[in-house]
């Protein structure tokens, strides 16, 4: 099993940038699809990024489309998800997530991944 720490989150203003970290122990990283998901407060759980194991096929969902990157490096068992040009609504815990590469269906639903971090807050101040 994989297990998995989320780190970088804060307070930014609007129109900033963090970058969040999604380090992997416990299992072959390259062997796992990473997704980021955020949930603000009284709002389920959404998709917002996805890469698989290789790091050569991502997903966005359009509202961070041109301002969000999701990369990894295998090397360092790490992900991570640049999030520039912030908005208000971008607030909310940040969440990292695994699968197995073996996984062939979409990278969106959040009840496909059975490896979760703790989750990280953004807060992007207007």
């Known amino acids: 099993q994989v297990q998995l720490v989320v780190s970088g989150g804060g307070l930014v203003q609007a129109g900033g940038s963090l970058r969040l970290s999604c380090a992997a122990s416990?299992?072959?990283?390259?062997?796992?699809?990473i997704g980021w998901f955020r949930q603000a407060p009284g709002l389920e759980r959404v998709f917002v990024s996805a890469?698989?194991?290789?790091?050569?096929?991502?997903d966005y969902t359009d509202s961070v489309k041109g301002r969000f990157t999701i990369s990894r490096d295998n090397a360092k068992n790490t992900a991570y998800l640049e999030m520039n040009r912030l908005k208000p609504e971008d607030t909310a815990v940040y969440y990292c997530?695994?699968?197995?590469?073996?996984?062939?269906?979409?990278?969106?639903?959040?009840?496909?991944?059975?490896?979760w971090g703790q989750g990280d807050q953004v807060t992007v101040s207007s």
């Open positions: 890469i698989n194991g290789r790091g050569d096929n991502t």
């Open positions: 997530a695994a699968r197995t590469a073996v996984y062939t269906g979409s990278y969106r639903p959040f009840r496909s991944y059975p490896f």
């Open positions: 416990g299992s072959t990283f390259s062997n796992y699809q």
